[in-house]
């Protein structure tokens, strides 16, 4: 299992007291992870759990991980979640749903999930979310993305005809300059027929081929642009109207001006070279940090 695996379920690392009887099975950075941090995870008898077996290195695994965001997120933003906090967000998104705690552990989709399940997971996303802020509101970051990717920021309302060839567009273009109207055209001979009227919507304008995407940022408003070649063919276009967030918008809420494919990228790379940096070791007798593999080998 890749290392970025884990943060699709990634879960929170709870303190668990010391002693023989709860031995350590792994640290990373110095702080100790105990058996009982893992077997709180499920409803079953301790004695059933072997410490060597696959889902026990696999919610090892996850915990180590979930550590390892913890301790960077502090580190390198200053920001630390209580467990005050997890309890008032779980309580928050079961008011919003009109879910019971049972509820929300049953649809976890595990006869023998627990409480503390539920509550790591919520941790994990909440350490996700604030990680996922701190990184896009770092000047050096919107700055570099406003001057040199403005098509990963800039919103476009766009309409389109696309045609097989320049002659065709050329034609479509003359009937649009004696004043026929855009989405009849677009009816009659574009091929893109799944854009009625060939209206696009608004999105960044990133999503679209390179060359379609910078013609978005300059042509004139409200102005047929064209023809443009990409791989599809020619496209007159329309843009009707282009936002481009300010840096001070891009900070206030980048979860919302930002595409989630970026941030989410951004995010990545950041906690892989968490991962690559955190001293990590696991217990022999659990078996061997691998975090390029399966996270964790199997002893032997």
Same mark, same amino acid.
């Given at each position: 299992?890749?290392?970025?695996?884990?943060?699709?379920?990634?879960?929170?690392?709870?303190? !668990?007291?010391?002693?023989?009887?709860?031995?350590?099975?792994?640290?990373?950075?110095?702080?100790?992870?105990?058996?009982?941090?893992?077997?709180?995870?499920?409803?079953?008898?301790?004695?059933?759990?072997?410490?060597?077996?696959?889902?026990?290195?696999?919610?090892?695994?996850?915990?180590?991980?979930?550590?390892?965001?913890?301790?960077?997120?502090?580190?390198?933003?200053?920001?630390?979640?209580?467990?005050?906090?997890?309890?008032?967000?779980?309580?928050?998104?079961?008011?919003?749903?009109?879910?019971?705690?049972?509820? !929300?552990? !049953?649809?976890?989709?595990?006869?023998?999930?627990?409480?503390?399940?539920?509550?790591?997971?919520?941790?994990?996303?909440?350490?996700?979310?604030?990680?996922?802020?701190?990184?896009?509101?770092?000047?050096?970051?919107?700055?570099?993305?406003?001057?040199?990717?403005?098509?990963?920021?800039?919103?476009?309302?766009?309409?389109?005809?696309?045609?097989?060839?320049?002659?065709?567009?050329?034609?479509?273009?003359?009937?649009?300059?004696?004043?026929?109207?855009?989405?009849?055209?677009?009816?009659?001979?574009?091929?893109?027929?799944?854009?009625?009227?060939?209206?696009?919507?608004?999105?960044?304008?990133?999503?679209?081929?390179?060359?379609?995407?910078?013609?978005?940022?300059?042509?004139?408003?409200?102005?047929?642009?064209?023809?443009?070649?990409?791989?599809?063919?020619?496209?007159?276009?329309?843009?009707?109207?282009?936002?481009?967030?300010?840096?001070?918008?891009?900070?206030?809420?980048?979860?919302?001006?930002?595409?989630?494919?970026?941030?989410?990228?951004?995010?990545?790379?950041?906690?892989?070279?968490?991962?690559?940096?955190?001293?990590?070791?696991?217990?022999?007798?659990?078996?061997?940090?691998?975090?390029?593999?399966?996270?964790?080998?199997?002893?032997?």
């Amino acid at each position: 299992m890749p290392k970025l695996a884990a943060l699709v379920a990634v879960l929170a690392l709870a303190g !668990a007291a010391c002693g023989t009887a709860d031995p350590i099975v792994a640290t990373v950075d110095g702080r100790d992870i105990h058996q009982s941090a893992v077997l709180e995870l499920r409803s079953v008898p301790e004695d059933a759990v072997r410490v060597d077996s696959a889902e026990f290195r696999n919610e090892l695994f996850n915990l180590i991980a979930q550590q390892v965001l913890a301790g960077a997120l502090e580190d390198d933003f200053g920001i630390e979640i209580t467990p005050g906090e997890v309890e008032a967000e779980l309580a928050a998104r079961l008011a919003e749903t009109g879910t019971t705690e049972e509820q !929300a552990i !049953a649809s976890l989709q595990d006869d023998n999930a627990t409480r503390e399940r539920l509550l790591r997971i919520v941790y994990s996303g909440l350490l996700g979310e604030r990680a996922t802020v701190a990184l896009a509101t770092r000047p050096e970051f919107i700055d570099q993305l406003t001057a040199d990717e403005p098509e990963v920021v800039t919103t476009v309302c766009v309409r389109h005809i696309l045609v097989a060839t320049e002659v065709e567009a050329q034609q479509a273009r003359a009937r649009l300059d004696d004043g026929e109207e855009f989405a009849a055209v677009a009816a009659d001979v574009s091929l893109d027929t799944g854009a009625p009227g060939g209206d696009l919507g608004c999105s960044v304008a990133a999503r679209y081929v390179e060359e379609f995407a910078a013609a978005t940022l300059v042509a004139p408003l409200d102005t047929v642009f064209g023809p443009v070649e990409t791989d599809f063919g020619f496209h007159l276009l329309i843009v009707d109207d282009r936002t481009e967030p300010t840096a001070e918008t891009i900070a206030a809420d980048p979860l919302s001006t930002l595409p989630a494919d970026l941030l989410q990228g951004e995010f990545n790379n950041w906690f892989n070279d968490q991962v690559d940096e955190a001293d990590v070791t696991v217990m022999s007798r659990v078996g061997t940090w691998f975090p390029e593999g399966p996270g964790i080998l199997p002893p032997g």
